[in-house]
């Protein structure tokens, strides 16, 4: 296999899309310069070239990396009005991987995600601001144990080309901390020199490399 895959189908039917056509413009946005607004359309994430990640502290002096394989995505970014930009992911709990199948099959338990009971979590954005330059900032709504809570990511555009495929790329980073708890991941042990195991506090990744999508109908 090269470094691109063509298997990841670039098709979207917008009237599937969470219930959402392309959003109106909304007043009040700053357009972007030429480069940013030649994007104007729908994306998708490509997973082999994507990551959806998360690092917590371990036993206070160590840090654990893992992420999440499949997932779907549907994205719509908006050049001209970039508070018309919005962004859905849906994650499948069991895909989870820390590169240790004991601590995995422990995340995906009832200690933690209770995948059996929960096997999705969810992302979907509320609003984008465009900050200045090529930063933006995304606030949505996080659903984790069918519990849902406002989060806010910082999202860097990284630039855009065309790959030896002709597919369309752009690049993004967005990162957050969220406090577990609050999604009801309350799990812990203490250590006998103070301190849990596990940081309450976690830090979500998105590497995200997306491709347009070509709209049906």
Do not use: C
């Amino acid at each position: 296999m090269g470094i691109f895959s063509r298997r990841q189908t670039a098709t979207l039917d917008p009237a599937s899309a969470g219930g959402r056509g392309a959003p109106f413009p909304a007043a009040g946005d700053a357009g972007l310069d030429p480069a940013l607004r030649a994007l104007t359309g729908w994306w998708t994430i490509d997973r082999p070239h994507s990551r959806i990640g998360f690092s917590v502290r371990h036993a206070m002096v160590t840090t654990v990396r893992g992420a999440f394989g499949d997932y779907d995505s549907t994205l719509y970014f908006d050049g001209d009005r970039p508070s018309a930009s919005w962004a859905e992911i849906t994650i499948r709990i069991a895909s989870v991987d820390t590169g240790v199948e004991q601590r995995d099959a422990h995340l995906v338990g009832r200690d933690f995600f209770d995948a059996n009971r929960y096997p999705e979590m969810v992302f979907r954005s509320t609003s984008t601001v465009h900050e200045g330059g090529e930063t933006f900032r995304m606030a949505g709504d996080l659903t984790i144990r069918d519990i849902t809570r406002p989060v806010e990511l910082q999202l860097d555009y990284l630039g855009s080309v065309v790959d030896p495929f002709g597919y369309e790329r752009a690049g993004f980073d967005g990162t957050t901390t969220i406090d577990r708890t609050a999604w009801g991941l309350v799990y812990n042990q203490r250590l006998e020199a103070g301190g849990t195991m596990v940081s309450e506090k976690v830090r979500l990744q998105f590497d995200i490399s997306a491709i347009r999508a070509t709209p049906l109908g």
